[in-house]
């Protein structure tokens, strides 16, 4: 994970979120693809997270190429991630460019990751909750990770809320390996 400024910017990242839902219910659930990339990313760099009661959530600190990055594992549920966030970007001035949002993506077919820049929401109560929190912005990263897309439109949520396979938690976590 060298390589930290993004392309066109000379800023680094400041801040890795991974967000999904708390507690042993949804642990394995597939809301918590981004929870699992920033848990792995602390655990590479043998850094704990801490729960940090003013952020509502877990954090940690790791360096990168000589830059101090803050991990953030929000307590609150997906739709409500924007809390934690701001939170925390606005204690450490943090400007949403130098912000990376890990999260499911139904969209793409589990196992399948892309880093974007930028854009729009795509729906994603988090994601929207988080840019509410930010004043609006829309131009932090984000890290989408494919968790495959339900049979029907009315099965989303029983979707990403459900458990993942085994088959597609191993084409998950070897994603989440490369994207490290």
Known sequence: MSGLTQAGSPRPLKLIVGIGNPGEEYANTRHNAGVWFVERLAEKFGTPFKPEKKF???????????????????????NESGKSVGALANF???????ILVAHDEIDFPSGRIRFKQEGGLAGHNGLRDISSCLAGAIDFNRLRIGVGHPRGKGAVTSHVLGKVS???????????????
Do not use: H, Q, W
């Not at 990168?64 to 594992?73: A, E, K, N, P, S």
């Not at 085994?166 to 490290?180: F, G, P, Q, S």
């Open 92 to 98: 450490f001035k943090i400007e949403p460019p130098g």
């Open 166 to 180: 085994r088959a597609d938690r191993e084409l998950i976590d070897n994603c989440i390996k490369d994207a490290i």
């Open 56 to 78: 509502f959530g877990r954090t940690s600190l790791i360096k990168i190429d000589g830059v101090v990055v803050r991990l953030l594992v929000p307590d609150t549920y997906m």
